[in-house]
């Protein structure tokens, strides 16, 4: 098996031994680097001091050894100050040829003719040509001319042969020139000399950037003009160079020295980087050390992951023991790392733990009164577990059921063998068939099933239900039902038509009530009403509550009829129904009775009409139409409300009957059981376009529970004894709806109740307004 990322799987020994190596190798490679990262720098430093010391080494003893030869042209100078001019060739060609390093020696007038040639071998004919040759144009000359010392050319043409050598030239006291060809091997070999084994490549540059000789054999000497590299341009403006330059495709450590009795440059330059042997050699050094290390560790890191692997691998084999089966009382393996024995202690708690729990769930699955058994669906869907009631129910002994196929052991057929695997494949199983207990009887059983993935495995958990009593019951219950359905039906469509004939009723009377709350609006139906309106609700609630009671008992009956019908319950049926029949048609006569006696009663239904008044007028108006009523008792009506000045465009009978039901409540409701009272109507502006109206009583008041809902229709608390509950709905719609305005109430109880109306002065032609400020 192998990880993502194609690493693979390793074992712990092999973690264990890389890790090791990682770890070592990891470290070896931060000390190399810290090493190197410390004495790379100083190796660069130590080489740049130590080049610059060799440099200025080499340049001291090239001037050292080319100072002889500059000498030798001072004294041939001072020589040729003694000797007559005819006698000048001859000094000149002895100088050449006792083993001089000169090759030629010239004596330049001042004007810049030869007059006088030394020559290796003094050919008559060769000094002819030269003498009197014009050299006033060279270099060496005019340089020399223009100094008191010596001057160096190392790409001098030479006069004599045309190639290029060395040229030094002196001026002696005459103002002519002493100009001396010597041989560039001499150069070369006296800086070779002069650099020694030093490890620094050594150019000599002239003025004009040419390398007139190098310590590698001449390797460099007329291959390329440096004049135009930065390194030469710094050397000729005096700066000082950068140590690191870039040239021939490499970098390399440069160092200079300028000689002024030459005129030249000596640059030294060693390779940076790898390519600078000590460096190399550092790297080198420790490349080695992290391979011996790493290789000493190849041979340390098994051995000691083998050691501390060993214990967690007798720990996997008895972890694998275990979860085969195995039970041991032994304790687990244990070694020298407290991890490892840390775990091994868990394991075995958990061990234990697993093996306890495996055996009480085998016991609860034994322990289960319905038979239940698991097969494996991959191997033919033989038996693995039976519990004790499958055992006892199918008559077959576990030990001879387990690994056998239920078509072996003779269960069910072939047939039926395929349904049930049909069934398994969707996961769910409920199938009902017959199934061949052990003694050759035939179990009617409902098998309910499910199929379950564990541990790789696909397993099928399945359990019988025997159903053969149920089925009897419930082919008794079938007989029994044919013979009720016949009354049942009948007695149902009794019922539907009492019902039919209850609803009816019901909508009469809810018409009935629509009709009461209209004529509400005539003082004289007040009374009649009320009695009418408490008269009904007893019969009217009974009425609903038998035929709420005989649905109740036909649903119950129904459901009996689905589960399984008995003869106490189609009793209780007949018995329900015939209460009800009886409680809702003694009901029914009764309302009935009060309806026809409500509907004798005709009164005139005056219509409401829109018109401008004054707000006090109605008010007097309407309280000396009900003083007749207060003439006998002792309550008294107190108004004060302005004659004039509260002009209103509005219904002034809806106002009125809103008053006077206020009024009839305050004596009704407030007054009741009490020897005085005072009524006290109040009336006065508010905002523009706005009057109040308050009509205050010194009764009882309201209780709290029931001034939330003191606007709603039928609410009182003298039904049957003078209320109707209709009478504070009635003013509340019409100051509401009517008239546009606002009704309110605020009492507490003990000491009376305020209501008050906040009006427009111009009621509304269609929809009400909302009076501000209204609570």
Known sequence: MRAAGGWGVWSLRSHLSALLLVSMLLMLCVVGSTVLAYRIPRIEREAQASLQREVAETGARVELLLSAQQERLALLAALLDTTPASRADAVLDKAVRHGDPMRAVYWVSPQGRIVAAGLPDGGPARR???????????????AASAGAGAAWSGR??????????AGVARRDRRGGVLIAEVPLDLLLQTVEVAAGAGAASVWVVDRNGEIIAD??????????????????????????????????????RVASVHSAALDWYFVGHVPLGLANPEVRGMVLAVLASIA???????????????????????????????????????????????EFNHLSDKLTEMAQALHEREQRFSDIFNASPVPMAVSDLRNASRLLYANDAWCSTLMHRREDALGRTGLELGLFSEAQRDALRRQAQHGDMKIEFAMRRGDGALLQTQTFGRRVAVGGEDWLIWANVDIGPLRRVEQAQRELNQQLEARVRQRTDALAAAHDALSATVAQLRAAQDELVRSEKMAALGQLVAGVAHELN???????????????????FQSAMQAGLKRTDLRALVDGVQQGVDIAGRNLHRAADLVHSFKQVAVDQTSAQRRRFALGEVVHEMVVSLQPSFARKPWRIDVDVPATGL??????????????????????????????????ITAGPAQEGWVWLRVADDGRGIAAEHIGRIFEPFMTTRMGR????????????????????????????????????????LAPLTAPAVAPGAA
């Open 128 to 142: 002819a040509s030269l003498l009197g040759s014009d050299l006033s144009a060279n270099g060496l000359f005019r």
């Open 156 to 165: 001098y043409q030479s006069v004599l042969a045309g190639d290029v050598l």
């Open 215 to 252: 310590t590698d054999d001449g390797r460099d000497v007329g291959k390329f003009n440096i004049r135009s590299w930065p390194l030469m341009q710094a050397l000729l403006r005096g700066r000082e160079i950068d140590g690191r330059q870039h040239f021939q495709g490499a970098d390399f």
């Open 292 to 338: 011996g290390c790493l290789a000493i560790g190849l041979l340390i890191a098994p051995a000691w992951a083998r050691t501390m692997a060993r214990p967690l691998q007798g720990i996997v084999a008895r972890a694998a023991q275990t979860m085969g089966g195995a039970a041991s009382v032994q304790a687990w393996p244990r070694g020298r790392v407290a």
């Open 538 to 556: 007893t019969p009217l609630g009974n009425g609903v509550m038998a035929v709420s009671a005989m649905a109740d008992a036909t649903r119950r």
């Open 647 to 680: 002009q209103m465009d509005s219904y002034p009978g809806a106002l009125g009957q809103a008053v006077g039901n206020l009024i009839q409540n305050a004596v009704l409701h407030g007054f009741d059981g009490r020897a005085h009272g005072t009524v006290r």
């Open 722 to 761: 003078g209320g109707t509950g209709l009478g504070l709905h009635i003013s509340y719609n019409a100051v509401v709806d009517l008239l546009g305005g606002t009704l309110t109430v605020h009492s507490t109880e003990g000491q009376g109740a305020t209501f008050e109306m906040r009006l427009p002065r």
